[in-house]
């Protein structure tokens, strides 16, 4: 596996906690310290969805539920994938900005 920023080969493989490989926590400790953090607010989001989900499909047995009942589900794990999108992406921008010669063919 290869680090998102930089590309450079990581130690631990694709399931592991990808922000306590050393090369993070060495070369890109701010995106080490937030990707963990992001990680356990899209759990707790994720759970939360999923238990309200289940909940209005139960209680609410139509077939008409599962669609209206999705999109409360769907939108914000959405928003929440925009924006990691976002901060990653300003991640790698700061950080070719700051290493203009590593990023080079």
């Given at each position: 596996m290869r680090c998102a920023l930089c590309a450079e080969p990581l130690t631990f493989g694709y399931f592991s906690k990808i922000w306590n490989d050393?090369?993070?926590k060495?070369?890109?400790?701010?995106?080490s310290e937030w990707v963990g953090g992001w990680l356990k607010i899209f759990v707790i989001v994720g759970?939360?969805?999923a238990l309200a989900l289940g909940i209005v499909l139960y209680l609410f047995r139509n077939p008409w539920t599962f669609v209206v009942?999705?999109?409360p589900y769907i939108v914000p794990l959405w928003?929440?994938?925009m924006?990691?999108?976002q901060r990653t992406s300003r991640f790698k921008r700061e950080w070719k900005e700051q290493h203009p010669s590593l990023t080079q063919p």
């Amino acid at each position: 596996m290869r680090c998102a920023l930089c590309a450079e080969p990581l130690t631990f493989g694709y399931f592991s906690k990808i922000w306590n490989d050393p090369h993070y926590k060495a070369y890109h400790a701010e995106y080490s310290e937030w990707v963990g953090g992001w990680l356990k607010i899209f759990v707790i989001v994720g759970t939360i969805d999923a238990l309200a989900l289940g909940i209005v499909l139960y209680l609410f047995r139509n077939p008409w539920t599962f669609v209206v009942a999705i999109w409360p589900y769907i939108v914000p794990l959405w928003i929440l994938m925009m924006l990691y999108l976002q901060r990653t992406s300003r991640f790698k921008r700061e950080w070719k900005e700051q290493h203009p010669s590593l990023t080079q063919p």
